[in-house]
């Protein structure tokens, strides 16, 4: 059995290229019993339980419901609208996207030329979107440093390199680094002659500095930049990656030329839905106490995975982070396979093995933070694993 | 009232440039109550309700719900697959679109370069997503020809003209004509020396050549003209705009290529979902079932509407059409202004003012076939409109 899940995995996980398997291609093959927890998902599955309650209403209207599969939903611009009031920035400065992933793909092929800086480990879509023509160039997190991001270096190597375009995820996917919201605006203020610096913020909701509710977000200061394009995805903070919502905050110039040639009726009804829910006070008073809640439960199952790796600290390396995930390193012959095809096999667990991760040296797995509940599953089985 | 719907009307219409607002946009103005079937949008609505059933059972098993929600959907090829068994077309030679309009942007954006002949009047995504440099050749339908299509002077002009790429909407949206599968693969065939024909056949199940289960698509000849790239949307023959299902037939480079840069996480879980299900046998033979009621109904109320053209062809023209939509002409000094707003404001139906359609000189509105008993109250209601 044991054999059978780990030739499955390996066999999907070569096929899905630098992504892992979706949970749903998973499960075709490997059947709905062997896999209980998805820790590989980075999202806050108690927020999808409270959009899941509005999606109950709007079902039971059936009116509405008909319509949302039926007709064409509002078109880009409609959508900004609702978003533009809960963001309290200007709708022309929005645009609306069929997940993050769309607003990278639409950035990176129509605004970055000649060249760019990655910063390493990211999220791949980063250097794979890029046109052929396009010149990479690579900083390095260093582990030893906990991945910590040095500003100073990366604004003489950018001068140096005579770099065009840059990439900061903030916090940093699979790293979970953090920079505070005035170190980046120091980094805007300072690389202004960049043809494009793109602010990933998807992670933004998970990182905490002291206070639960402090909004440490960058999107209202886009405006005094235009240079930058922030990126959000909605499919973290809220759980709705099926519903494939996310987002970009850019000069109205380039809003405006990338509507007059595309992405019209870019998201669905539901994702239309979302949106609007999303602009109901109500419904953000109810979000707010739910990332709390994450918030408290993350830092607490973050706080007993570094404890497990001070215990086992021969066998693995727990790292910082100020996410909702988390990176291991499996240490002494320990591999990130090992690790991850036993907690599938033996415990139900899907964790991301990072070993497609380039610029990640090491046996690294991503495990995110899901509820209390599942968090102490989780602990107990990676204790038992390294016993 | 009637001045206040009027208003609102046209202020939204200039609002949605080239295209029609949504449904869920007019009603947030004009309210729930005004509106009583919408004749604008192209669907079967039979085909909706079949879906709605599959939805149903989805919602009800917890899991799987809350998995389509919150969990990553399947990547593009994973969805293809599903797909390909249904189509007897290769997986390696589908792209899966949010919608048959993100088909569109990314062959118009990645592959049309030099000049491209439009037939007019057309769908207007065709020449509105094109890049700024590409020159563009209107190849002009006539009215007084039935906007009949005559093949030989497109293949000349496109020859005389050192035309590289060339659009073919069959059925044409939004004319209704419709060419033979036999002069599709004619015109192939002729234009070899193209870089790309694109055959869009979203509205290929509503055409009708005395045979109501005949497959008239091109698809299983796309793999012997690798030029060739079909568009397909699923919006109009399932009736589901609002989940953003499309696809594309092209050859393996081409969709290698594209999904190389882009596109991986482009489908919702709904959208999933609906390709899933489409992949059962069980479900075809229900849709095709509802196919042939939709077809006779269409076939009928059209049949209708030319009779009462008939009757008052002094104040309009009902053009022929195979499709499931047609068009109507005002005629002396009734103007498709009018139509729209009488429809709307009096009868409560929404129909598609065509004022804006670039290639189409006259007072022309479109209107969709509906179901039976809502194609009948059109028919009243046009009737007492033209008393």
Request: net charge negative.
């Amino acid at each position: 059995m044991k054999e059978k899940i780990k030739e499955t995995y390996l066999k999907l996980k070569s096929e899905s290229g630098s992504h892992s398997p979706s949970i749903e291609t998973l499960l075709e093959i490997i059947g709905e019993s062997t896999l209980k927890h998805d820790f590989c998902f980075l999202s806050n599955p108690l927020a999808t339980g409270i959009f899941k309650s509005e999606l109950d209403d709007l079902i039971k209207d059936k009116l509405k419901w008909n319509r949302t599969v039926e007709a064409y939903p509002p078109q880009n611009r409609a959508i900004a609208s609702y978003l533009s009031q809960v963001l309290k920035v200007n709708q022309e400065n929005i645009i609306i996207g069929n997940g993050a992933v769309e607003i990278i793909q639409m950035v990176l092929h129509k605004y970055v030329k000649e060249n760019i800086m990655i910063i390493l480990p990211t999220f791949s879509p980063y250097y794979e979107y890029l046109n052929d023509t396009i010149r990479i160039e690579y900083f390095h997190l260093k582990k030893e440093n906990d991945f910590q991001l040095n500003t100073g270096e990366l604004i003489s190597q950018c001068r140096d390199k005579g770099i065009k375009n840059l990439v900061l995820i903030n916090p940093n996917n699979p790293t979970g680094t953090y920079m505070p919201r005035k170190e980046v605006l120091n980094l805007f203020s300072e690389l202004k002659e960049l043809d494009n610096i793109i602010i990933d913020e998807s992670f933004i909701d998970f990182a905490y500095e002291g206070e639960f509710e402090a909004n440490l977000s960058t999107v209202n200061h886009i405006k005094d930049y235009p240079n930058v394009i922030l990126v959000k995805s909605m499919s973290k903070d809220f759980g709705i990656a099926g519903i494939r919502c996310g987002y970009g905050i850019m000069n109205k110039e380039k809003v405006d030329e990338l509507l007059e040639t595309g992405y019209l009726w870019n998201i669905s009804g539901l994702g239309s839905f979302f949106f609007k829910t999303l602009s109901r006070p109500d419904f953000i008073e109810k979000y707010k106490k739910v990332k709390v809640e994450y918030l408290k439960t993350t830092i607490k199952f973050f706080e007993n995975l570094i404890k497990i790796g001070n215990t086992h600290s021969n066998k693995i390396r727990v790292y910082p982070s100020n996410a909702n995930f988390i990176l291991i390193e499996g240490l002494n012959g320990i591999t990130s396979e090992y690790l991850t095809i036993n907690l599938l096999a033996e415990h139900g667990l899907y964790v991301r093995d990072c070993n497609d991760k380039i610029g990640l040296e090491g046996d690294f797995i991503r495990v995110a933070a899901r509820t209390q509940k599942e968090n102490e599953y989780f602990l107990n089985s990676l204790n038992s694993l390294l016993l």
